[in-house]
Nanobody, 116 residues
């Protein structure tokens, strides 16, 4: 069972920056994808960014040009968010997905609130 601990959410003014982190424990898999998703009130959960164990990055439309995902350690992922807008207000979730078997684990989420 993989456990995920997210941190870094909070309140920030529009135009500001935040860095989220997610630390995974309990996995022995060397092939996996870690990702950030977000869900705003009344909206569907959407992909923000993902990074594989090999370092391949994918960004959702909401993140392109403003957010950067990194994984400097085997078990820890970061999301640097710049130029935040009120529309970025959401609960941000960390996901850890092993490739074989294909299993997903989700964190509890961290709230990001961007004030105008």
């Amino acid at each position: 069972q993989v456990q995920l601990v997210e941190s870094g959410g909070g309140l920030v003014q529009a135009g500001g920056s935040l860095e989220l982190s997610c630390t995974a424990s309990g996995s022995s898999s060397s092939l996996y994808t870690m990702a950030w998703y977000r869900q705003a009130s009344g909206k569907q959960r959407e992909l923000v960014a993902s990074i594989t164990s090999a370092g391949t990055r994918v960004y959702g439309d909401c993140a392109k040009g403003r957010f950067s995902i990194s994984k400097p350690y085997v078990d820890t992922m970061y999301l640097q968010m710049n130029s935040l807008e009120p529309e970025d207000t959401a609960v941000y979730y960390c996901k850890f997905q092993t490739w074989v078997p294909n299993v997903e684990f989700w964190g509890k989420g961290t709230l990001v609130t961007v004030s105008s």
